[in-house]
């Protein structure tokens, strides 16, 4: 057993998973979504492979006749061929002029409802064959066909718009050696570009050209080309050293700026127009991959060649910020970018109902075939038994009766085509289509600040909307705001940010404090404490302005003047937060050099040498700054994570506890906590060490471990002042939304690419988790794991299949629990890590047919291995009431949903605000984007959109059940009345002898679901209501009849079927009981077909209108109207289509002259009507009444009560109970996924006038460590 097992390790298990690092190689994080075939590679894994290995394609700057040679050429169709290289030209439309009709016919006749049509309207044009005209199928079908491809016309009209608007949009491109505006869609690999801060199209000018129509697109294609629009080296630009800041939001969700920074050597000689002209560079670089943090590349330029990396590269998507201009050389272009290739497939979402309506259709055609089949055999038979031997009926064919029966049978099929009628697919667009505006036009979903409505990107998924289980949500920018405020703060064991005046006296309403005493303040902090501030003016306590001072002067935010004004660019928006926090306070960060830095404290500038830098990373979690003061003593400030800073803080703390208690107290309240801390260190100690840090910063290998050894050894004994605590906002409605989701039944799942802490403290605040959670992390899961497995590996349920698996919980029923768990632990959870690369399997090849047979089996043990571990997975974190996945990757959020889809077979929602949500979305049956900070890629590849994350309840709850009861009962409804309508000719055939013969008039027959039954049911798919809005939001429960399928289903279908086979055998019966024998009041007996056929069709009118009358919950002038108006149409054409005149016209369409008007002026027959009709319904109303009094539905118990139920309740947060000292989890600050500015500005890259190096502006002088502890 243990050799068997050890065959099957092939992952790494030497390392431990981190909780920091995300894991951002797509190849070690997940395979494809769509292969589930154990044993092939992962396409992206073995493109971005072979990607890596293969370094064969070329760009050359400035020569595109280099890219047009024969082997840069594919083969695309026979001889015709095209550039291996991506243009740039954006095609979204689907037709041009030449190619809808014949395009659009043949996609509509795809569909297998359509192709039935069409089929039988050739059947119809057999003379021997049909018994109906062919104008009865011609005219349904011509009318499907032209609303669908008037509606696909519109649609492709917007985008051909679009792609004009964004093709068209200008930059400047080298050529013919200068600068000259080109078209996006002319720019070409290897053109050298320039590119400009913030130069797009502004989205309020491009708007306004658009008709509302085209919104839907204008939102698809702003985000992704309005910024970058191909991956471009970088070769210089208009900062010193070559720097480039961007912005990343779109492809990584964060918003903090990160910089790039060209060659050397072509910052050197790339600067002006001619040089750039001349450039005749040629780049060996790695295929197009879906790796956005990884480049690998080759300059080749003046007999040199120069190592090309992702820090050189601009990638599409990005902004350009803080830099004037910049010029790049464009290595891919268009589907070949990195983003389009990370986007992930678009995939056709079709909804629940769907699916459940297609078998269903697929039933009426076995069914339909087989009462065709049955009465081609009953006609045989009668024609071997009567027909033959009656000479009245022969009508000059010498027909076999088989022969008969088998014509009889396509006979049949033409005549009881309408149990699936055309205008069933035709309705429910137009259904969808309604639901769809209703949803756009909704003011209560529509944001006023940004002037963004609601949106339904797409009209098929509407009623799937009130269906989800399980909803997965970004974090950054979906419930939170993304905007990072400083709300309190403790220095030296006194908490400040509470309301209160100058006196310290709390108020509940106090008034916003007054910045204006302070020049450098922006005014946009609000901030109560009165107290504050009069200590930082009097000074009477030093520590709160060294509080302060420290937040000014440790940091590596970058300053820049901007008509007179300070603005600050940090490397996370928390440091961000903090400098500009300080500003408002009196200690404004003015200035920085090289080695030096500038501060206004309290209006006085002094400038302070900086000596060393020492950046945050992951490990750290902390950053720290040694400066000499004026005075020329040595400081070290620090700031950094309770956890690590407490470990090192000098044992002699007086203020240590107060401190600690302030943090538990600002975790409770879910904020982002920052402990600070600092150091006097003396001459010498600091000579000694900066040797080494010297020593450190040049070294060759491990300069970062290097680094962080020598770091540790210099902080340590550190002084606390205090901890600042910052709020990472939600937004409005966020914890009273997810509250009422959850009563729902909705599990919410937060996937968010930021820390573990941070993601804690957000599923606190938006109250995921409560003090009474049992919280499980990546590690409580691998060991529970692993004893399941264990336990099945006992029972043989690893390995065999025919073993019944055995459901056991993981946890006890009762108890409040949640997951959290990180991207490093996901995969090692779900068997995704990277596989170790052997040297012997790379060099052994299976020899013998034994040999390839055990690997194969040692590979499917494996994959067997691996999809029991990832069904635990998904059971256990289904047990849990939520799960919060962080640190993860685009992919594996994706990777998380496909599981969940896979295992549980449920319907999932993603919503997301970024780029990095993009696949995500696209792999849950529903995806909704918020157009929020990060840009529009979500909304772009969204289902729905909308502008905040609480309306996602009233989508849910209002409108997606709404869709759903609307829609159920249309399918249900319409199946009825065509089994009612269709099933009729079935009777009549026991009385025909089986003939086929109608038992409608033809145009009857052409009009029924066109005109006399079509209007009220697209009413109530549209307008139904069983509960107002309002009081769907307070019972959220009324949603999980969705969840259950409980409205619409295969008993649901069969009940509607037999409901329509007795009322068809009413309709026929009673007419025909009460036409035998019969005289009527003129003497003359009524009994003849053509006024059967009357009645009949007027009984069914009445009928099916008055059903759905039953159907309806809320009433409107509309549905009265459609529901009389359409009996009224029926007796207008009827009596029209009956006259003398029309039959003069037309004597062979219209054979009916008179039949109307001389049936029903006799009472008799208007007697048998009412009856038929009574019958029909009576039994549904009795039926309805014991319903909803005996069994009544949650539905039906509101409705009742409606009237007490006035006021919508109003939702009240849950009250967090705070116990001292108990606290069950640590606060940290978020820092920036990487490090920070520091290695720039100690370096002096991004410093214009150049400085002195650092160690020449050490002084002599000596300091005494000193610390006056307070009694």
């Not at 009953?378 to 009766?401: C, F, I, K, M, R």
């Not at 950053?623 to 000098?650: F, Q, W």
């Not at 019969?1078 to 003359?1084: A, F, L």
């Not at 007996?1085 to 009118?1101: C, E, G, H, R, W």
Request: charged content about 25%; overall charge neutral.
């Amino acid at each position: 057993m243990s050799t068997e097992r050890d065959s099957e390790t092939t992952f790494e298990e030497d390392s431990q998973p981190n909780d920091e690092v995300v894991p951002y190689s797509d190849d070690e994080t997940e395979d494809e979504l769509e292969d589930h075939e154990p044993p092939t590679e992962p396409e992206q894994n073995r493109v971005n492979r072979e990607a890596e290995e293969n370094r064969e394609p070329f760009r050359k700057a400035n020569d595109r006749s280099f890219h047009e040679q024969p082997q840069f050429m594919n083969t695309k169709f026979f001889c015709f061929k095209e550039s291996k290289y991506a243009n740039n030209a954006i095609k979204t439309y689907k037709y041009n002029a030449f190619t809808f009709l014949p395009m659009n016919l043949f996609e509509q006749f795809k569909r297998a409802a359509n192709f039935y049509f069409l089929v039988l309207l050739i059947l119809q044009a057999i003379p021997q064959i049909t018994t109906l005209a062919w104008y009865t199928t011609l005219v349904p079908l011509l009318l499907v066909l032209g609303i669908t491809a008037i509606k696909d016309l519109v649609d492709d009209v917007a985008r051909h718009k679009m792609d004009n608007e964004i093709n068209n949009r200008t930059c400047e491109v080298i050529k013919d050696g200068r600068f000259k505006t080109a078209k996006w869609k002319e720019v070409q690999v290897g053109d050298v570009i320039r590119l400009k801060k913030n130069d797009f199209i502004p989205v309020s000018e491009l708007f306004s050209r658009l008709s509302w129509r085209d919104f839907l697109w204008s939102l698809c294609v702003i985000a992704v080309f309005c910024f970058e629009q191909a991956d471009i080296l970088l070769l210089s630009s208009s900062e010193p050293n070559s720097l480039c800041y961007v912005e990343t939001a779109e492809l990584d969700g964060e918003t903090n700026l990160k910089f790039k920074m060209s060659l050397e050597s072509t910052d050197q000689y790339l600067q002006i127009e001619n040089s750039l002209a001349t450039f005749d560079g040629l780049v060996e670089c790695e295929e197009p991959n879906n790796r956005l943090d990884k480049f690998t590349g080759t300059l080749f330029w003046r007999n040199t060649s120069f190592p090309l990396d992702a820090d050189k590269i601009l990638l599409r998507g990005c902004v350009i910020r803080n830099t004037d201009f910049c010029h790049g050389l464009v290595i891919f272009a268009g589907a070949d970018t990195k983003i389009m290739k990370n986007s992930g497939k678009t995939r056709f979402k079709r909804t629940k109902i769907d699916y459940l309506m297609n078998y269903m259709v697929y039933t009426i055609f076995i069914v339909l075939i087989l009462l065709s089949a049955g009465l081609a055999i009953g006609h045989a038979y009668w024609e071997a038994q009567v027909g033959n031997y009656s000479w009245y009926l022969y009508d000059g064919e010498d027909a076999t009766p088989s022969y008969r029966g088998f014509l009889t049978f396509w006979g049949y099929i033409i005549v009881l085509n309408t149990m699936v009628p055309i205008s069933l697919y035709v309705s429910v667009e137009v259904i969808r289509l309604g639901q769809s505006y209703f949803i756009n036009w909704d003011l209560q979903m529509y944001y006023p600040e940004k002037d963004t409505p609601a949106k339904a990107r797409t009209t098929t998924l509407n009623e799937q909307l009130g269906q989800i289980h399980y909803i997965f949500s970004d974090k950054t920018g979906t419930l939170t705001q993304n905007v990072m405020t400083f709300k309190k703060c403790c220095i030296n064991g006194q908490i400040y940010g509470d309301p209160r005046d100058a006196s310290q006296h709390s108020h509940s309403k106090i008034e916003q404090v007054d910045f204006t005493w302070n020049t450098f303040a922006d005014g946009k902090l609000a901030f109560y404490d009165h107290y504050l501030i009069e200590q930082i003016q009097t000074g009477k306590e030093p520590e709160v302005r060294q509080f302060f001072f420290l937040l000014a002067i440790c940091h590596t935010v970058m300053v820049e003047r901007t008509d007179g004004q300070i603005n600050y660019q940090a490397a996370s928006p928390d440091e961000g937060a903090l400098v500009n926090a300080a500003r408002n306070f009196g200690f404004a960060f003015l200035a920085r050099t090289q080695n030096t830095i500038t501060i206004s404290e309290m209006g006085t500038e002094r400038t302070y040498n900086v000596l060393a830098i020492l950046d945050f990373n992951s490990d750290r979690k902390r950053m720290s700054i040694i400066v000499r003061t004026p005075e020329g003593n040595i400081r070290l400030y620090c700031k950094g994570a309770d956890t690590v800073i407490y470990e090192r803080l000098h044992p002699m703390n007086p203020t240590k506890q107060e401190t600690q208690d302030a943090l538990d107290i600002f975790a409770n309240e879910t904020l982002r906590t920052l402990c600070l801390c600092y150091k006097e260190i003396d001459e010498k100690e600091f000579a000694e060490w900066n040797k080494k840090f010297m020593a450190a910063s040049v070294a060759s290998t491990n300069r970062d471990e290097a680094l962080d050894k020598v770091y540790e050894e210099i902080e340590k004994d550190l002084i606390l002042l205090g901890a600042t605590a910052i709020e990472d906002k939600l937004q409005d409605g966020v914890p009273e939304t997810i509250s009422k989701l959850a009563k729902a039944d909705i599990k919410i799942w937060v996937l968010t690419g930021d820390k573990k802490e941070t993601a804690e403290n957000i599923g606190f605040a938006c109250e995921l988790l409560t003090e009474e959670t049992s919280i499980y992390y990546g590690e409580d899961i691998n060991a529970l794991l692993h004893t399941r497995m264990e336990n099945q590996r006992n029972r043989g349920g690893v390995h065999t299949k025919f073993v019944p698996p055995v459901e056991e919980p993981f946890f006890p029923s009762a108890g409040n629990r949640a997951l959290i768990i990180t991207g490093s632990w996901l995969n090692e959870i779900l068997l995704e890590k990277k596989t170790k690369r052997s040297k012997i399997l790379k060099l052994k090849f299976p020899r013998t047919e034994e040999e390839r047979r055990f690997r194969t089996q040692s590979k499917r043990r494996m994959e067997v291995k691996k999809e029991q571990r990832q069904k635990n997975f998904v059971d256990l974190a289904c047990e849990c009431n939520a799960v919060i996945c962080c640190r993860v990757t685009p992919k594996q959020k994706a990777m998380v949903v496909d599981l969940v889809k896979r295992y549980k077979k449920a319907i999932t929602l993603a919503i997301g605000d970024g780029a990095n949500d993009v696949n995500m979305i696209k792999t849950a049956h529903i995806g909704v984007g918020i157009s929020g900070q990060e840009g529009m890629q979500a909304v772009m590849s969204s289902d729905y959109s909308f502008a905040q994350f609480r309306y996602l309840q009233r989508l849910l709850l209002v409108h997606g059940r709404w869709s759903y009861i609307r829609m159920c009962k249309f399918l249900r409804y319409f199946f009825y009345k065509n089994f009612a309508f269709t099933l009729v000719h079935f009777w009549y055939s026991f009385f025909n002898g089986y003939s086929a013969q109608t038992a409608y008039e033809d145009w009857f027959i052409t009009l029924y679901n066109v005109l006399y039954s079509s209007l009220p049911v697209l009413l109530m798919g549209l307008l139904d209501q069983d509960v107002s809005d309002k009081l769907s939001l307070r019972f959220p429960g009324l949603y999980v009849v969705g969840q259950k399928d409980l409205l619409f289903n295969y008993r649901k279908f069969f009940v509607s079927l037999l409901h329509g086979v007795l009322t068809s055998m009413v309709l026929f019966f009673i007419p025909l009981g009460a036409y035998l024998q019969t005289v009527g009041q003129d003497g003359e007996a009524p009994s003849d077909y053509q006024s059967f056929a009357v009645t009949i069709a007027s009984a069914l009118t009445i009928t099916v209108n008055f059903q759905i009358g039953l159907d309806t919950s809320y009433w409107t002038f509309v549905n009265a109207f459609s529901i009389f108006g359409s009996i009224a149409l029926y007796f207008g054409i009827m009596f029209d289509f009956h006259s003398a005149g029309i039959h003069v016209l037309f004597p062979s369409a219209f054979q009916f002259t008179g039949t109307a008007s001389n049936a029903l002026r006799q009472p008799y027959i208007w007697l048998t009507i009412i009856l038929t009709v009574a019958v029909c319904l009576l039994p549904v109303v009795a039926i309805r009444f014991l319903s909803m009094t005996i069994w009544p539905s949650e539905s039906d118990k509101i409705q009742k009560h409606r009237k007490r139920l006035k006021a919508e309740e109003q939702w009240q947060r849950r009250q967090s109970v705070f116990r001292r000292g108990v606290s069950t989890r640590r606060s940290a600050y978020a820092f920036s996924h990487q490090r920070g500015y520091a290695d720039l500005i100690s370096s002096g890259r991004s410093i214009r006038k150049k400085r002195s190096p650092l160690d020449a502006i050490i002084a002599e002088g000596t300091a005494e460590y000193r610390r006056t502890v307070a009694s």
